[in-house]
């Protein structure tokens, strides 16, 4: 049988490792992005550990029962629609990208909307 530690040993043991380990409090939620969908987690725990041998180096653990999986919308446009667009209405590739938003990935739309 394992010997058991409590809270205060856990926490001796970790910093004559080197390691410490906060607490977030007040944590609403926790999105994790994907391509393809987020992961949220509401009313999550996290902690934050941080290692004195890894310089820099932070690691968050993140627990939580209320878990949502939504699906991300794809873009109707790629990279290269961006760039067409903004080379045919010679306008930046942000504006080139908002307008194939707002046409619903339109390139002749977004073109026309553009240069006129």
Same mark, same amino acid.
Do not use: C, H, W
């Given at each position: 049988m /394992?010997p058991?530690?409590?809270?205060?040993q856990?926490?001796?043991?970790?910093d004559?490792m080197?390691i410490?380990?906060?607490?977030?409090?007040?944590?609403?939620e926790v999105?994790?992005?994907? @391509?393809?969908? #987020?992961?949220?987690?509401?009313? /999550?725990?996290?902690?934050?550990?941080?290692t004195?041998?890894?310089?820099?180096t932070?690691?968050?653990?993140?627990?939580? #029962?209320?878990?949502?999986?939504?699906?991300?919308?794809? @873009?109707?446009?790629?990279?290269e629609?961006?760039? $067409?667009?903004?080379q045919?209405a010679?306008?930046?590739?942000?504006?080139?990208?908002?307008? $194939?938003?707002?046409?619903?990935?339109?390139? /002749?739309?977004a073109?026309?909307r553009?240069?006129s």
């Amino acid at each position: 049988m /394992a010997p058991s530690f409590d809270n205060r040993q856990a926490r001796r043991m970790m910093d004559r490792m080197g390691i410490s380990m906060d607490q977030f409090d007040n944590v609403e939620e926790v999105i994790i992005r994907m @391509p393809d969908k #987020d992961v949220v987690i509401k009313g /999550a725990e996290v902690a934050e550990i941080r290692t004195k041998a890894t310089s820099g180096t932070r690691m968050f653990q993140v627990t939580g #029962d209320d878990i949502e999986e939504r699906m991300r919308e794809k @873009p109707k446009y790629t990279k290269e629609d961006i760039l $067409l667009v903004a080379q045919q209405a010679n306008v930046s590739e942000a504006k080139a990208e908002q307008a $194939l938003k707002d046409t619903n990935g339109d390139l /002749a739309q977004a073109i026309l909307r553009l240069s006129s």
